[in-house]
């Protein structure tokens, strides 16, 4: 069965840093675009980072840059979304996805396009 299963939320106070993981099972990320993403309520999905197949062509959104770090581990088939200063904002379910079609990170990001998707984990940002 091809999955991806995020880990790592929580609860953190504001200024407070976590990291997200997404590891693929039934299948490799070699081939594939990545990205997060998140939906808060009453909210559309967006797309937070991507990252293309090759790790060369990153996408961050104007609201995360600076703050949060994509990146992915080949051999253990995960994802990673590091995220620093966080605040009240970014509280959300934060998804991962894999795409094997998608031109640029960009795109993948800003269309929501995905193969897959994780089934999300909840970061909250609370004092």
């Known amino acids: 069965q091809l999955q991806l299963v995020e880990s790592g939320g929580g609860l953190v106070q504001p200024g407070g840093s976590l990291r997200l993981s997404c590891t693929a099972s039934?299948?490799?990320?070699?081939?594939?675009?990545i990205g997060w993403f998140r939906q808060a309520p009453g909210k559309e999905r967006e797309g937070v980072s991507c990252?293309?197949?090759?790790?060369?062509?990153?996408y961050y959104a104007d609201s995360v840059k600076g703050r949060f770090t994509i990146s992915r581990d080949y051999a253990r088939k995960t994802v990673y979304l590091q995220m620093n200063s966080l605040s009240t904002d970014d509280t959300a379910v934060y998804y991962c996805?894999?795409?094997?079609?998608?031109?640029?990170?960009?795109?993948?990001?800003?269309?929501?396009?995905?193969?897959?998707w994780g089934q999300g984990t909840q970061v909250t940002v609370s004092s």
């Open positions: 039934g299948f490799t990320l070699d081939d594939y675009a």
């Open positions: 996805a894999a795409d094997k079609s998608s031109p640029t990170s960009q795109v993948m990001c800003v269309f929501r396009i995905s193969d897959y």
């Open positions: 990252l293309d197949p090759s790790n060369t062509d990153t």
